[in-house]
């Protein structure tokens, strides 16, 4: 046995805030994607508090869990999956829900949980991807700054 289970973690920055001040379509994009991929869903529940600008998304599955942070005036959401379910695709949820909130960049970190290897197979696996047009933006500030810059005398 390699692991018990796996635990991805998700963060995207610059989702549409329209997509994301939808907690009805989020709730019910959640449930649908959990059952597509294998999650077999038993519950999705929401924690939004009036006065407060985020809110939670938690579904209850077979042998696991999704968890959704939601901020949308900034943009951001956060994503937790964990499996022990065999047959569950976590790593297909999780480019769905990427693709599906579409941010400029997002940070993906895999986690095996249960492993009882030896203490170096224990590193997280990191992606990240950023959209061209962001990589353009940063590449531009940086370039103004190095432009606007006062020469040493």
């Given at each position: 046995m390699k692991s018990i289970g796996t635990q991805i973690a998700i963060d995207m920055y610059n989702?549409?805030?329209?997509?994301?001040?939808?907690v009805i379509g989020i709730e019910h994009m959640l449930?649908?994607?959990a059952a597509r991929f294998g999650m077999e869903p038993s519950g999705v529940y929401v924690n939004?508090?009036?006065g407060i600008d985020e809110y939670s998304v938690f579904a209850h599955c077979k042998q696991g869990?999704?968890?959704?942070?939601v901020y949308p005036d900034m943009g951001?959401?956060?994503?937790?999956?964990?499996?022990?379910?065999?047959?569950?695709?976590?790593d297909g949820l999780a480019r769905f829900m990427r693709k599906y909130f579409n941010p400029d960049k997002s940070k993906i970190t895999y986690l095996?949980?249960?492993d009882f290897g030896?203490?170096?197979?224990?590193k997280p696996r990191r992606k990240s991807h950023t959209k061209i047009i962001r990589k353009a933006k940063t590449l531009g500030k940086k370039l103004s700054k190095l432009m606007l810059r006062p020469k040493s005398i």
């Open positions: 989702c549409s805030d329209i997509l994301l001040d939808d449930s649908s994607a939004d508090e009036d869990h999704i968890t959704m942070h951001f959401a956060t994503i937790d999956i964990f499996t022990c379910f065999k047959e569950a695709d976590p095996e949980r249960g030896n203490e170096s197979d224990m």
